[in-house]
């Protein structure tokens, strides 16, 4: 098979489009070509195009540092989008001060498609809000502008704790690295564990943060720590096929249940029974990618016991039970 015959078969890559406005931040611009532009098939095609454009014609786009960046694509790129991904800017004008948009903005809004998939890094929420996208929906942005973004948006869901929010078509993150986090659960999504974990091996990030925003939240009169759970988070992991207890964790670091417990909410985000449950769902999600384990092994090998309980904590977390999650990645083997 010729070239050309190959690019006729092989399926177009997701393109993803990224809006570069005035004021914009520079390391969270550069998230979505880092993150999506290293993903890769078994095969080592890329999986996705990234493109990024400016809201009018083409040429300099002013940033938050001492210099511009020169943006080759104008708002016509926005057509052409799979993924509108908005990143953070800090000369939003109307946009965040009167929840409006510019009517340079609005025009350039108007390119992008019905169902194009629709992504926020940081206070790229306001552009996602001003456009009436998350009108009734829930979102997040970086925790020092939350109150303000509700104050703004009344009729969103603001939640100021967590690294991001996927509401299916509609995904926003919190501040600033939070747009990793997003980035890496997309790639995830589309197309499973061992690609995502790959691509954050490559850009030495953890493929899952645990815990959200909130514990990166500066509080008054913190209490002087010398022990963490660090310990016991390592213990967990090697031992997630057997039962855990609270107090076994505890005993790892020689902390009372109580102590254990608020170190482990403040250091993490979340208490120790969420965090065991994400792992566990994690550690189901990875076996049913890659193993050919019936799902009741997997259900033990992941410690939920049984595949009811499996079933019930991976539908809350994915929204699918435990075959159609196989059945959705090995369909998707199947194509690359």
């Not at 990024?52 to 104008?74: N, Y």
């Not at 992008?112 to 001003?130: E, F, H, M, Q």
């Not at 299916?168 to 501040?175: E, K, N, P, R, T």
């Not at 170190?263 to 120790?272: A, D, K, M, N, Q």
Request: aromatic share 6%; glycine share 8%; hydrophobic share 40%.
């Amino acid at each position: 098979m010729t070239e050309a015959q190959e690019r006729r078969v092989r399926p177009p890559r997701h393109r993803v489009v990224v809006l570069a406005l005035d004021g914009v931040i520079p390391f969270e611009l550069g998230i979505p070509q880092r993150i999506f532009g290293r993903a890769r098939n078994a095969t080592g095609d890329r999986l996705y195009e990234v493109v990024t454009c400016s809201a009018r014609p083409p040429g300099p786009v002013r940033t938050d540092a001492d210099f511009a960046i020169l943006v080759e694509h104008g708002p016509e790129a926005l057509a052409t989008a799979d993924t509108l991904v908005i990143s953070a800017s800090y000369e939003l004008g109307p946009v965040y001060e009167t929840g409006r948009l510019t009517e340079e903005l609005a025009a350039a809004l108007a390119h992008v498609r019905p169902g194009t998939r629709l992504v926020s890094i940081c206070t790229g929420s306001y552009v996602l809000a001003a456009a009436g996208w998350l009108d009734g929906r829930p979102a997040t942005t970086h925790w020092a502008s939350a109150d303000h973004f509700q104050a703004l948006f009344p009729r969103i869901k603001v939640d100021a704790d967590v690294l991001f929010i996927d509401d299916g078509d509609v995904l926003s993150s919190a501040g600033v690295a939070a747009g990793i986090d997003l980035c890496l659960h997309l790639v995830r999504r589309d197309h499973g564990t061992a690609v995502a974990n790959e691509v954050a091996r490559r850009t030495v990030v953890p493929p899952h943060r645990d815990g959200g925003q909130a514990q990166y939240i500066q509080r008054p009169f913190p209490e002087p720590q010398l022990a963490t759970t660090t310990g016991a988070r390592a213990w967990a992991l090697r031992r997630l096929h057997e039962p855990i207890q609270l107090r076994d964790m505890a005993e790892q670091e020689s902390m009372s249940v109580r102590t254990f417990t608020r170190r482990f909410r403040e250091e993490v985000g979340v208490s120790p029974g969420q965090w065991l449950t994400r792992q566990r769902v994690e550690r189901a999600r990875h076996l049913l990618e890659d193993s050919d384990l019936s799902v009741d092994q997997v259900a033990r090998d992941a410690g939920f016991g049984t595949a009811q309980s499996m079933r019930q904590h991976l539908q809350a977390a994915v929204g699918v039970t435990p075959t159609a999650y196989r059945r959705t990645f090995r369909a998707e083997d199947a194509r690359q």
